[in-house]
């Protein structure tokens, strides 16, 4: 699955777009519609929290910078001179579990508080009050995807498409 992104002028748009994507076999779970803040989406699909902020990029970082952390205070733990084999092994598996935790927890927090890096380039024309569509392709369908979407909105550029959307968000 590949993402991609493109603005619509206006709901009525809007909604022509989300209809003919979900005549193309494209489910409404795959379909997130980002507006302007207090703007009534009426029956669209809305972007949850998980496409509005940076919490999955966030937990990754956070994972494995806290992980890395911890692997390497682990490390420092079993130099000293008490350690045995046994507990070093321990000390050191214990220490990079909880880094790693400690940071997906830290950057997944830190994350849900900012927007979206992929979506801040629309911020201006979402508060112009244009409608910011993201959709979830088939990497096989992105060609016949963006012809549907240009009969609707023929002047729409389709942004950057993220090379890898998990399944389950």
Known sequence: ?????????????????????????????????????????????EATLLQKSDFIPAVEQGLAIGGSTGMLAGLVAIMLPPASTVIAGGILLATTVVGAGVGAWVSGMVGMSIGNRRTKEFEDAIDAGKFLILVDVPTNRLEEIEVRIKQHIPQAEIEGTEPRIPVFP
């Open 1 to 45: 699955m590949r993402r991609i992104y493109f603005l619509a002028p206006d709901i009525a748009v809007t909604k022509r777009v989300v209809d003919d994507l979900i005549l193309a076999k494209i489910d409404e779970k795959h379909i997130h519609v980002i507006a302007k803040r207090n703007t009534p989406l009426e029956d669209l699909p």
